[in-house]
């Protein structure tokens, strides 16, 4: 009744809907690519690391699925994006309930992502390639029977925030740059030193990505790309992306969407 009468009140309806609340979810999405005629999936990648509902630790493939369920996630993708026609690159997202093995459709994103280069890494396929030839008039250049998984990948958002000031933000000019440059680290930026960030656009400055045989192997070899990696002149996020690497719930898997924020608030 309290309900009814504060729609009514506020939208001269008192018509409301119930939706299920997924307690501690997980954040998994899939990978697709469509030419409008058939579409592919290139598997999911887990995003449950998040503050205030941004990703900043995405990896690849989840920990938490088993083979039943990863098939069903990405099949349900690809249903969807065949049955509309899609074309071009596309991420199909859900929340994932793992004490019941049920997933949520979210919302699909009609584009290549920011953490597209861990399903790269795990696929050997080159997304944004594909996206563009598709975009000239070009099929699918890939069946699904070629896409495969190949080890564990991880990709950490690197970010000029303070971690120390609650995330103030820390434009500035970049004095010294230096990047570990091993076989199995990728580092996606746009950073020299001299360069100026300015307090005007979203604080990401560099996505860092490694990859591995298997997951406790790919996060070792996060911390020493972190740990060899240097900015100087502003403050980044990398003290807490390697905290985050030592952690033990992340360590073993046993995060969520709430993960975070909540460990977070334990730290302080």
């Not at 598709?134 to 303070?162: C, K, Y």
């Not at 970049?174 to 360069?195: N, T, W």
């Not at 560099?206 to 996060?219: C, F, M, S, Y």
Request: glycine share 6%; proline share 4%; charged share 20%.
């Amino acid at each position: 009744p309290q309900a009814q009468a504060e729609a009514q009140a506020a939208f001269g309806d008192g018509s409301y809907y119930l939706e299920y609340m997924v307690v501690n979810a997980r954040h998994i999405e899939v990978q697709i690519m469509g030419d409008g005629n058939d579409a592919v999936h290139f598997f999911e990648r887990e995003c449950s690391l998040q503050r205030r509902r941004q990703k900043i630790w995405e990896e690849a493939p989840s920990s938490s699925l088993d083979h039943d369920t990863r098939m069903a996630l990405c099949d349900s993708a690809v249903k969807l994006a065949k049955t509309v026609g899609y074309v071009g690159a596309g991420t199909v997202e859900y929340l994932y309930e793992e004490k019941t093995g049920r997933f949520f459709f979210i919302e699909m994103n009609t584009r290549i992502q920011v953490e597209h280069p861990v399903t790269e890494q795990i696929t050997g396929h080159d997304l944004v390639a594909e996206m563009i030839r598709i975009a000239g008039g070009s099929p699918l250049s890939v069946a699904q029977e070629d896409i495969s998984i190949n080890g564990h990948s991880i990709e950490v958002r690197i970010n000029a925030e303070n971690p120390a000031m609650q995330f103030l933000p820390s434009p500035g000019t970049i004095e010294q740059l230096a990047l570990d440059h091993s076989d199995d680290v990728r580092f996606d930026h746009f950073l020299y030193e001299g360069y100026t960030i300015p307090p005007f656009y979203d604080s990401l400055v560099g996505k860092l990505i490694v990859h591995a045989d298997h997951r406790d192997a790919a996060i070792a070899n996060l911390y020493e790309a972190l740990a060899g990696t240097t900015i100087k002149g502003i403050e980044t996020t990398i003290p807490l992306l390697m905290a985050l690497t030592k952690a033990a719930d992340v360590k073993s898997g046993q995060i969520h969407t709430n993960w975070l924020e909540q460990w977070l608030e334990k730290q302080s």
